[in-house]
């Protein structure tokens, strides 16, 4: 058995009815995660099939994994119906052949809260891949905490022309916002309902530079945030949905 699979059962850690799957920065590579690899993972997940576990956190991140390797790893969760609710795939080798296994975990048994992919190959045809799951599953905003969060979005570093991005995301009617964290919107002077998508505002930042949109622009300022026209503000009782607002946070 490879020195690779040996290290999976060290790398999940369990408490009571969650687990974590922790392997970023391990030095894995697409030729670690092969059949016997992933076949080590299921055993070691086997007993969480079907029994209301969830795992808060996939972390494949600082690797050097392409698409395949990390779909393979993202379906063997969809199969087992395990959710997954923060996924951090930063700093690897995937782009948007990814985002077809992303989308099954998004509508898997809950809804996924967090999507890391800084750092990679990422197009705009694969981050309206991710919209269009939004749109499709209609689990966002989600209510995982007891109050309405968005899905939070790290996409700073990779290939992403957001004008496409921001005409798909008006053509499916996803809401969304740009800030410093997941709830900063709240914060914002014309925010009258919980958006679908946050984004941590260094999504200005792509390796091909900066897109100079008026949207991105002021996204970069921390002050951003898009309804479409046909949206209703979610409300409770006749009051507006705003959740307790967190620190700032900038980091992964």
């Known amino acids: ?21 922790l392997l970023g920065d391990k030095g894995l590579c697409d030729r670690d995660v092969d059949k016997r690899w992933l ?21 494949l ?15 063997l969760l969809v ?8 996924l951090k795939l930063h700093k690897n080798l995937i782009g948007d052949g ?9 509508d898997n048994r809950r809804p996924i809260q967090e999507i890391h992919l800084s750092h990679n190959c990422v197009s705009a045809a694969g981050v309206q891949r991710l919209f269009e799951a939004v749109a499709e599953t209609g689990s966002y905003p989600s209510d995982e905490s007891r109050e309405l969060r968005p899905l939070w979005l790290r996409l700073e570093f990779n290939y992403i022309d ?21 709830d900063a919107w709240a914060r914002v002077s014309n ?35 898009f309804y479409p026209v046909e949206e209703k503000s979610q409300t409770t009782n006749g009051s507006k949905e705003k959740p307790k607002t967190n620190n700032a946070r900038s980091e992964e």
Not at 43 to 55: D, H, I, R, S
Not at 98 to 106: K, P, S
């Open 1 to 21: 058995m490879s020195s690779a699979s040996e290290k999976i059962k060290t790398c999940i850690k369990w408490m009571g009815k969650r687990f974590s799957i």
């Open 39 to 59: 076949a080590k993972l299921k055993e070691e997940l086997a007993w969480a099939k079907g029994n209301q576990y969830v795992c808060s956190t996939l972390d």
């Open 61 to 75: 991140s600082q690797n050097e994994l392409g698409e395949e390797s990390v779909s393979a790893v993202i379906n």
């Open 79 to 86: 199969q087992e119906k395990i959710p997954v609710l923060a």
């Open 98 to 106: 990814v985002m077809d296994a992303i989308a099954e975990l998004m």
């Open 162 to 182: 957001w004008d496409r991005v921001w005409k798909a995301a008006e053509r499916l009617k996803v809401s969304y916002f740009c800030g410093e964290n997941r």
């Open 191 to 225: 925010a009258d309902k919980c958006p679908s998508v946050a984004m941590h505002f260094s999504f200005v930042n792509q390796h091909m530079g900066r897109n100079s949109s008026s949207k991105v622009t002021r996204a970069a300022q921390n002050t951003f945030i």
